[in-house]
């Protein structure tokens, strides 16, 4: 029994090791986020034209994505962890759009 | 064989899938928390233009500002998935390190959402004063909780490790901790495009 709990301690080390990127990684990864906000705020002061709603909505998915992915390990997670994350998220979309909706349609 | 199956379940807290009981509880909570700033974020949308005879967003959004405090909140994504990082390593120095150091810079950010609030108040937004400001005060007030409740959890982290006193797998209540702040962070991703960035 000693034994099984050890090999299992010593499977959950390996999966954490597994799961996780190198420090290095990591700080690429924030660099990129760093970048991303950047770019972000450049549009507050650059004119994009009709890019600049495209572009910010483009740039805050990206963020999202690549801290959840990476940062949160999603990527290399279960894909149980990540159905319960996106399950959450596509119903609050969907009550977003239905809310406006009702108000599109239903507002006299 | 039944008791060691039996041991096996328990004592590190793995459900009949494999995985962490404590981790798919959180991922679900988080999964809850979607829901709660969903309809935070679409009340704000919804009522954003309805600014009455109060100042506009346009008016009382200081942009650079946030977008340094945004930046702070970024990179203690940073800081704490290097604590993590530490943890898996057992290393407890680092892990302290990182985790105190994540807690200053999500409580700079919080002492800038109260600098902003302040500043928006004396320009004339105050909670009542339209519903762009209620919407506005609601959800990023409730943003600014979380990452106060973060910061709590975080020191309490630290006070624990340091006195030994966290039982079981350590590096994974520090990945617990940091999948609740991660979360804000993103949150923060969503709310610094939408209503700051993108005009009513």
Redesign the interface.
């Known amino acids: ?1 000693t034994t ?2 050890a090999e ?2 010593d499977h ?2 390996a999966d ?2 597994e799961h ?1 990127m190198s ?1 290095a990684g ?2 690429k ?2 660099a990129i ?2 970048v991303l ?1 950047g770019l ?2 450049s ?2 002061f650059v004119d994009f034209g009709p890019a600049f ?1 495209p572009v ?2 483009v ?2 998915c990206v ?2 994505f690549i ?2 992915s990476y ?2 390990h999603l990527k290399f997670d ?1 894909k ?2 990540s159905f ?6 596509f ?3 969907a ?2 759009v239905v ?2 909706s009702t ?1 599109k349609f239903f507002t006299a | 064989m039944a ?2 199956a039996l ?2 379940d328990t ?2 807290g793995h459900s009949s ?1 494999g ?1 962490s009981n404590n ?2 509880g959180m ?2 909570f ?6 709660l ?3 935070l ?3 704000y ?2 009522y954003r233009g309805r600014v009455g005879t109060g100042p506009r967003p346009g008016n009382v959004y200081d ?2 500002f946030t ?1 340094v405090s ?2 702070v909140l ?2 203690s ?2 800081t ?3 604590a ?2 530490a943890a ?1 390593k057992r290393d407890d120095r680092g892990t302290n390190l990182w985790l105190v150091v994540t807690a200053l810079l999500g409580s700079t950010f919080v002492g800038g959402q109260v600098y902003e609030f302040t500043a928006m108040y004396h320009e004339g937004l105050g909670f009542t004063t339209s519903l762009f400001g209620s919407s506005f005060y609601t959800l990023t007030g409730f943003h600014g909780v979380h990452v106060t409740l973060g910061v709590i959890m975080l020191l309490s982290v630290v006070a624990m490790n340091r006195k030994n006193e966290i039982s079981g ?1 350590k ?2 209540v520090v ?1 617990l901790v ?2 609740y702040w ?2 804000v ?2 949150v923060w ?2 709310i ?3 209503v700051y ?2 005009p009513a």
Request: hydrophobic share 55%; proline share 1%.
């Open positions: 029994m099984t709990t299992h301690t959950g080390h954490h090791a996780g420090i990591y700080i990864i924030a986020l760093a906000t972000e705020v549009t507050y709603l910010l909505l740039l805050m963020k999202f801290v959840v940062f949160m279960s149980i962890f319960l994350f996106y399950t959450g998220l119903l609050a979309i009550v977003y809310a406006l108000f | 008791d060691t041991h096996h004592s590190h899938t995985l981790k798919l991922w679900l988080l999964g809850s928390e979607c829901l700033f969903g309809g974020i679409s009340t949308m919804l942009i650079p977008s945004s930046f970024l990179m994504s940073l704490m998935v290097l993590v990082a898996q797998n590096s994974e990945e940091g999948l991660h979360f962070d993103i991703i969503i610094f495009t939408l960035l993108i």
